[in-house]
């Protein structure tokens, strides 16, 4: 299965090694083509390498070219900005993308209780895996 992996950026360590999981459980995951200018930064280094990648080279349409040929979305929603399991706006967007591309989203922890978007994160169906890559089908 073809999967877009998707999260806060402050979490591209943790993605890149979820993507190594997929692969060898036989998946083809994909990221953010900028994923390895963030390796190894500060969330303060993190969050200008972001603004700079949205800004000036279009990250989100990036993004958006692979999820018309994906099956799937995985998000790595880890606790942030004290927000257990934190979906923020970026990967919300591109649970949109996935939604009304008909493919299966999957979330890496339950959906967080977070203001404004939580309902629309439910209407979207989303598979809670509980950190189990082995359910992804």
């Known amino acids: 299965m073809k999967i877009g992996v998707a999260g806060s950026m402050q979490f591209t360590e943790e993605m890149i090694k979820v993507c190594e999981e997929l692969r060898k459980l036989g998946h083809e995951p994909f990221m953010s083509k900028f994923k390895d200018e963030y ?6 280094e993190k969050e200008s390498i972001k603004l700079n990648h949205k800004y000036n080279y279009d990250a989100i349409r990036e993004f958006w070219k692979p999820m018309q040929d994906a099956d799937a979305l995985l998000v790595v929603n880890l606790d942030k900005h004290n927000i257990k ?5 970026n990967a919300f967007l591109e649970m949109g993308f996935a939604h009304v591309l008909g493919q299966k989203i999957y979330l890496m922890n339950p959906i967080p209780e977070m203001p404004y ?14 950190g189990d890559l082995e359910l992804i089908k």
């Open 117 to 130: 978007y939580g309902t629309e994160i439910i209407a979207m169906n989303p598979i809670i895996i509980n």
């Open 39 to 44: 390796v190894g930064k500060t969330d303060e």
């Open 85 to 89: 399991n934190y979906i923020g706006g």
